[in-house]
């Protein structure tokens, strides 16, 4: 068992099936925020990542692809711009990152089943159900939302295969007291949600195998089903370790872990499936489960098909690491929902860290510059004044440890800026360049400027979990170079930076960032991204309803001369066109093709126009027929190509 000074955090482990975006950052940051804030206290952490990657969509993406599931989770996880890279560029502290194709875990996996297998929790039956194929789950009809998928909203198809079954209904009275009567799944407001929802309806029992498909861990005593991929997935955090396998022996030292982030629409698998296969197996429980909230953008999911994932490597390369990290936490509530803006990431970063936590940095180590060459002297002279400052300051680290221990990020961080705009007050109260023109009081100046030296190292050192490079470099900037200046024994006690500290004001640590151009930059490097992320082409729907054969023959299309187009007054999309339709007569068409053609362009070419549709009047000119023409959509944008055929073709050749 754990021993009481370790702390074990772990964020879900990820698909590999595309590039991680802003969200999955969200909560990789938090996790890394509360790993580095346990190290800071003293704690034995154990901080755990990875990827999930295993299951049909991958398989499906990887045959997409064109290369095996393993070629196509590798190149995910391990190549440039991959998983690996973007926790590296984030700063992310994890101890240790597990892949479910390890050998270990595989194997780890299948020990596992069995052992549940033995015990008579899983069982073989036969599974009829609604399959979702991106979220790789079955339902049953009453579990779906306007017959989708409850989770991800997308169509649903019958599925029906020979499966194993986990005793899930078995464990629904110990796991509903777990839920209702213990501190287990945090935030509070998710409990009801799992009852509700999961528990009161009956628990049933899980289908956890496949044989639809071969991607996975496979059962090794009945070959042809594969471990059902949230088994798999959801073990990592004990295989990690060194459950059932000899490549870890961590699972004494840090089981049961502590707390597991996860997003809210995994919930269900961590707080009803993953302890009842604990309890299955007869190991320790995790402590916590906490359901954080979605990054969500006009209150609406991001989705690659949707075109609107925020990329992190662009925001960070834009603004930087510590900037977009510092965002994220101290923006959103942890547990409820959070809008995405760049307006806000803007301004979280323009107000907090430029004008409040720069300009204080900068302000305190320019002035001991200007007025002390750097140094300060040793002798001080205190005033009623300061007590304030001080008493905030050194009451701060409680405060921000009550918050940090209940995972709220925003409520810690902002103890942090309350203390920073008080000593910004106190620099206008105690105006130390009025200080500074008076030869009489320099003693009280250099207290002044110490006084707010030392508010910036508590507040430093509270925020290192947060932006641990900026604070690296404030650290450096105060002179705060030993270990005990920067402990957390050391930022609730005054007086701790030697009273002849040396600072260095150096460059601006978070210049302020114009709005408006960096907002326009960044619409058009994020639309540009979008469009990339757009399909090729894409065309417009098949219609699936036939038509009879002497209905379209009555359809009369015809080649056609075009003897003049012109444009057609008040109107930005008509062009008219005077035809030659064989009969003699002149016919005319009004097309809404004017953005894609010029006039003259047309006039001579031989077209395709169906004749016997009845005349409608647009812009008060009556239109006789239709130009025929393709279209279609290339990166989102409309393409039409007015139907033009050989000019040998005479006017009024029918097409049939
Ligand atoms: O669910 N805002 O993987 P995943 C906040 N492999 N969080 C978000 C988000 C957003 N916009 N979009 C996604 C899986 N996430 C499984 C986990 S664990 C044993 C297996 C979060 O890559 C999401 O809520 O689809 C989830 O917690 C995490 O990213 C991983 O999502």
Not at 81 to 91: A, P, R, S, T
Request: proline share 4%; glycine share 6%; hydrophobic share 35%.
């Amino acid at each position: 068992m754990a021993h009481d000074n370790t702390f074990f955090v772990s964020t879900p482990i990820y698909y590999p099936s595309d590039k991680l975006h802003i969200g999955h950052t969200y909560c990789t940051v938090a996790a890394d925020a509360i790993a580095r804030y346990k190290r800071l206290t003293g704690a034995d952490v154990m901080f755990l990542t990875g990827t999930d990657e295993h299951g049909q969509k991958i398989e499906t993406k990887a045959n997409e692809a064109g290369c095996t599931p393993q070629e196509f989770v590798d190149h995910i996880v391990e190549g440039e711009g991959g998983i690996l890279d973007l926790w590296k560029l984030m700063n992310i502290s994890n101890d240790r990152f597990i892949r479910t194709t390890d050998d270990y875990h595989v194997e780890a996996v299948q020990k596992i089943f069995r052992k549940m297998y033995d015990k008579g929790d899983i069982y073989k039956g036969a599974y009829k159900g609604k399959y979702c194929t991106p979220c790789e789950s079955f339902w049953t009809e009453s579990q779906l939302v306007d017959g989708k998928c409850p989770d991800c909203g997308r169509d649903v198809h019958d599925a029906e295969e020979e499966a194993y079954f986990f005793r899930l209904s078995k464990y629904a009275d110990r796991i509903q007291h777990l839920l209702e009567d213990t501190d287990f799944l945090q935030p509070r407001t998710r409990v009801n949600e799992m009852v509700n929802n999961f528990i009161k309806p009956g628990l049933e029992d899980l289908c956890v195998s496949r044989t639809s498909f071969k991607w996975g861990v496979p059962v090794d005593f009945d070959p042809g089903h594969v471990v059902y991929v949230w088994v798999d997935a959801l073990f990592n955090y004990a295989t990690a370790m060194g459950y059932c396998n000899d490549k870890y022996n961590d699972y004494e030292r840090y089981w049961p872990a502590t707390v597991h982030f996860v997003g809210k629409e995994i919930v269900r698998f961590h707080s009803i499936i993953w302890p009842a296969m604990l309890m299955s197996v007869e190991e320790p429980l995790p402590k916590h489960v906490y359901g954080h909230g979605w990054l969500v953008i006009d209150g609406g999911k991001m989705s690659k098909s949707k075109g609107n994932v925020v990329d992190p490597y662009v925001l960070a390369e834009k603004f930087g690491v510590d900037a977009l990290r510092f965002f994220l936490l101290r923006t959103f509530p942890f547990g409820t929902d959070g809008n995405f803006t760049n307006e806000l990431l803007i301004n979280t970063i323009n107000i907090d860290l430029a004008n409040k936590l720069g300009n204080l940095v900068s302000r305190t180590t320019g002035m001991i510059e200007k007025y002390f060459g750097g140094t300060l002297p040793t002798e001080r002279e205190n005033d009623g004044i300061d007590c304030d400052l001080k008493t905030a300051a050194c009451e701060l680290r409680d405060r921000y440890e009550a918050e940090m221990e209940k995972f709220q990020f925003q409520n810690a961080l902002e103890e942090i800026f309350k203390v920073i705009e008080r000593a910004n007050k106190y620099i206008d109260e105690t105006a130390p360049w009025a200080l500074g023109k008076d030869e009489t009081k320099r003693v009280r100046l250099a207290t002044v400027l110490y006084n707010l030296l030392e508010t910036v190292r508590i507040c430093t050192t509270l925020l290192t979990p947060f932006v641990p490079e900026s604070c690296e470099k404030i650290f450096t900037k105060i002179g705060a170079g030993c270990e005990s200046c920067r402990s957390w024994d050391k930022a609730n006690v005054w007086g701790t930076l030697c009273a002849d500290a040396t600072v260095s004001k150096g460059e601006n640590l978070f210049p302020r960032i114009d709005a408006e151009k960096a907002l326009a930059e960044l619409e058009a490097l994020q639309e540009a991204q979008r469009k990339a992320a757009l399909p090729a082409i894409e065309l417009e729907p098949y219609v699936e309803e036939e038509v009879d054969f002497d209905t379209f023959l009555k359809s009369d299309f015809r080649a056609v001369k075009i003897k003049n187009c012109e444009t057609v007054k008040k109107s930005d999309k008509l062009l008219k066109f005077t035809l030659d339709d064989g009969s003699g007569v002149d016919r005319t068409i009004l097309s809404g093709i004017r953005q894609y053609y010029a006039p003259e362009d047309l006039i001579g070419k031989t077209a395709i126009a169906i004749l016997n549709l009845p005349p409608r009047k647009m812009m008060g000119i009556p239109s006789c027929g239709m130009l025929i023409s393709a279209v279609h959509k290339e990166k989102g944008e409309e393409k039409l190509h007015l139907m033009l055929i050989d000019d040998s073709v005479p006017a009024g050749a029918k097409l049939c």
